[in-house]
């Protein structure tokens, strides 16, 4: 089913921007669409972002739409997430996330393996 | 959005109960719902997609129902391992997103 690692969290100021990775294995991560999903500490889950297998198609919750941008290299089964404008309300622990389709290339829009999170922390 | 409305918000059982928790979309959905278990300091894990689809490695004490509007999941015996939060989520519309969980104490 796959392993997910993130990493790029960190503290940052309001207005500043990040760039969050997420590096796959254990699966062939050019068949499947991949996402971002975040969670306040101790809160509810948040999705924020799709990538379809191919990178040719993204979606973005509201919240994020045109500050966040999801790119993948597929050549390196990597996922990254681009994070500009920061808001306070951005803090929180970012998943990335498979996709569970099963028909293949995978797009059915539910999450199936999940990394362990990287805390992003907006403050001044 | 679609909204999306759990309940009950928490609950407490002991083990051995058989428990359910409801979640309610804002419109229809079809069958575009999936379950999650989340344990504290742990990421989310899929229990059920398709409303009523059991993920393989899942027991089969889980189990889902619903279409349309109204969705459930059961736990028929419960074991200590299930005390945790459960959250819906729908995936028939952008925003994917997630109830407000049940946590299960």
């Known amino acids: 089913e796959g392993q997910l690692m993130e990493s790029g969290g960190a503290v940052v100021k309001p207005g500043g921007s990040l760039r969050l990775s997420c590096a796959a294995s254990g699966f062939k991560f050019d068949e499947y669409t991949m996402h971002w999903i975040r969670q306040v500490p101790g809160k509810g889950l948040e999705w924020v972002s799709l990538i379809q297998w191919d990178g040719k198609t993204s979606e973005y919750s509201d919240s994020v739409r045109g500050r966040f941008t999801v790119s993948r290299d597929n050549t390196k089964n990597s996922l990254f997430l681009q994070m500009s404008s920061l808001r306070t309300e951005d803090t929180a622990l970012y998943y990335c996330?498979?996709?569970?389709?099963?028909?293949?290339?995978?797009?059915?829009?539910?999450?199936?393996?999940w990394g362990q999170g990287t805390l992003v922390t907006v403050s001044s | 959005a679609v909204q999306l409305t759990q309940s009950p918000s928490s609950l407490s059982a002991s083990v051995g109960d058989r428990v359910t928790i409801t979640c309610r979309a804002g419109q229809d959905i079809s069958r575009g719902l999936a379950w999650y278990q989340q344990t504290p300091g742990k990421p989310p894990r899929l229990l059920i997609y398709?409303?009523?689809n059991l993920r393989g490695g899942v027991p089969s004490r889980f189990s889902g129902s619903g279409f349309g509007t109204d969705f459930i999941l059961t736990i028929s015996s419960l074991q200590p391992e299930d005390f945790a939060s459960y959250y819906c989520q729908q995936y028939e519309t952008n925003p994917y997103n997630f109830g407000q969980g049940t946590k299960l104490e």
């Open positions: 996330a498979k996709d569970g389709g099963t028909l293949l290339p995978a797009s059915d829009y539910f999450f199936d393996s």
């Open positions: 398709d409303a009523s």
